[in-house]
């Protein structure tokens, strides 16, 4: 095939405006699905995308579509539309020349809709303004279509309609796709070089690579090496992906294709490819990731370890926007700190460990990184620059050495009602947000944009300005990078002795709030002991709450009074078993079920 005809692209869109319907009816068009099976959703593969409705992982196919009797090779490269993914979609554009801005004509710009579009737009992509579900009676086009010219300066005789669900105005659709969005602009005659946009485990096989050629041509059984490594390797597996594997023997600059290396072959997302002969003259990096959430996780039961750690890095190879380092706890044991894109993002890794691995794990509460500098960095071994990342507030380094804290913050873009405008505002500032200029998307809807801390984003910010706006208000942020903030160490006291498990990195807005709360819980989930206990939350030796626990001497045996022996001595030993899974504290013992409770979210 003459790189001319090759498209690629890729379909984005605010979450349920149709990516994956839409993708249904492209793959029934050219072929590859029979129609009739409306909900099919065929690029929708892991058992997590179909429970939860959402499309996790972007996923290829190579779609054949003949065009004034000329054959294409349209490879679509299906992205999944929540914010926590975003870096899935980011990779995904890398090898595209022109996206579908798919936008419901019922719903209109939603607040996802603004960042999808000024990603193609930083990406230089052709963008194909798209409305889908003209079918439904309340959809209104005229109306988005002027939305889409105030928001974005689109005008409406370049908006195509559709409904993905019936299938009226795809053929257009894959028309304007030709005519539209220009062929790849990649050298065929150039050493190979191909970039990885996406990695997943196969049991026999090995890591299996989805590869964006940039150059040249990559055939069967050819010797390829990394860039990051010196080691060559032989190409054991070449297929397109239609979504099922179809093996062809060569692919040219210009394709998306499913490489392997065999079970030694190695490969990661962001790596690149090339023939054992080209320098690597072209910048191909994929752009980093950047992690907004982390949790620790633990196995349920310590025998597990091993099974968790496996099925931890075969999980982390397929969704490599997870970050993984060793962590342990005295009271947890050994585990992993894993950084996550965001809330929703743990919840499908965990969820993924469980059912795809059946792992099951203990996770400790999200919390967002922080930066200190130190001073003197020198003389602190640990740390090699001033800025020390945080990732777990037990690490933080000694408060006497810190200069300055800062927080990750966001830009919030929200579109809500204008009814809901003063609600949405109270809100945002409640949440120590900073306002930027507002737009109005049309009359009825306003588009507002705040500077918010990400640590008050990832808690429950997006379920709160759904209730408070009827669900009507949509949210969306990207990465603003961090600042100086005013925050401060919280520890938390047994007895006098501080227990690091539960020190948290705290602004001082919310310090005395958190401090109650956090005593108060404690108070409520440590056993009572032999010894009066008391809690306290201290910053700076200052003491901001205090609990105490009455001592309580507890004797199991006590109603067993003159019982018979050998119940008795049963009863003893599973309390002595049951203190194994303690952890202890200035001779205080806490199960290691309120660390789990406390630290759980
Ligand atoms: P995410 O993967 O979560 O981002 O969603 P998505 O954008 O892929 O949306 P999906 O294709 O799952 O569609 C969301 C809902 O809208 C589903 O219930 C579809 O049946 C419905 N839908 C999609 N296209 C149309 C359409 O053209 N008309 C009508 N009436 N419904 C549609």
Redesign the pocket.
Known sequence: IDVKRIRNFS?V????????????RLLEITGVIKPGN??A?VL?QLQV?RE????VKAVTASLNYSYNNEPYLLNLI?T???VDFSNEVVRSVTACQGVVL?V?ANEGIQAQTVAVHSLAKRNDLVILPTL?????PRADPEKVKNQLKSVFKIEPSDVLQ?????G?GVEELLKAIITRIPPPNVDTTDHFRAHIIDTWHDKYRGVLCLAYIHSGTLKMGQTVKWKSDVKQHTVKYLALLRPSEESITEAMAGQVVMVGLGTKGGGSVGDTLLSPEATDGKDTTVPAVRHMVYAGIFPADQSQHTQLSDSIKKLSLNDSAVSVAVDSSPALGQGWRVGFLGLLHLDVFTQRLLQEYKAEAILTAPSVPYKVKVKGAKIIKHYKGEDVIVTNPMQLPDVSNIVEYYEPFVIGTIISPVEYIGAVNTLCIDRRGNPLPSNAVDDQMTMLQYILPLSEVVMDFHDTLKSITSGFASFDYQDYGFHPSSLVKMDILLNGVIVDELTSIVHISRLEYNARTLTARLKEMIPRQMVQVAIQAVVGGKVLARETIKAYRKDVTAKLYGGDITRRKKLLKQQAEGKKKMRSVANIKIPRNTFIDVLKR
Not at 52 to 55: A, P, S, V, W
Not at 162 to 166: E, L, N, R, T
């Open positions: 379909i869109a605010h979450v349920d405006h149709g990516k994956s319907t839409l993708a249904d409306e909900n959703q929708d995308e939860r409705g959402i499309t299906d999944p539309g929540h798919l419901d889908n579900k003209v079918d439904l559709v409904s993905a669900k019936k009226w």
